[in-house]
């Protein structure tokens, strides 16, 4: 019903920066949430940024001071900006969203996920 585009994942070194987009499109009408995780290989997918359709966020304490999620409802887009990045922030970065709080499989929705690497 909902599909998620990622753009923007890339190589960068230390320090510097990159965008993430994500564009929803299908069912759009009652995505609440939009945000991002990410997963290393053997690592639980763990949340970076949520933002909610009201503009309330919430972020990942490790990104704090470094990233900022924000929303433009009117593209159905989310965008993380990564600033200041480390070696540790290297993950396939997952678009996220939901309906009805998502709390049922079938209301939580996932993009394929884009790499972002981050060299030291």
């Known amino acids: 019903q909902v599909q998620l585009v990622e753009s923007g994942g890339g190589l960068v070194q230390a320090g510097g920066s990159l965008r993430l987009s994500c564009a929803a499109s299908g069912s759009i009408p009652g995505i609440n949430t939009m945000g991002w995780y990410r997963q290393d290989p053997g690592m639980q997918r763990d949340l970076v940024a949520t933002?909610?359709?009201?503009?309330?966020?919430k972020y990942a304490d490790s990104v704090k001071g470094r990233f900022t999620i924000s929303r433009d409802n009117a593209k159905n887009t989310v965008y993380l900006q990564m600033n200041s990045l480390k070696p540790e922030d290297t993950a396939v970065y997952y678009c996220y969203a939901n309906k009805f709080g998502g709390l049922r499989p079938e209301y939580r929705y996932w993009g394929q996920g884009t790499q972002v690497t981050v060299s030291s």
């Open positions: 933002i909610t359709n009201t503009g309330g966020t």
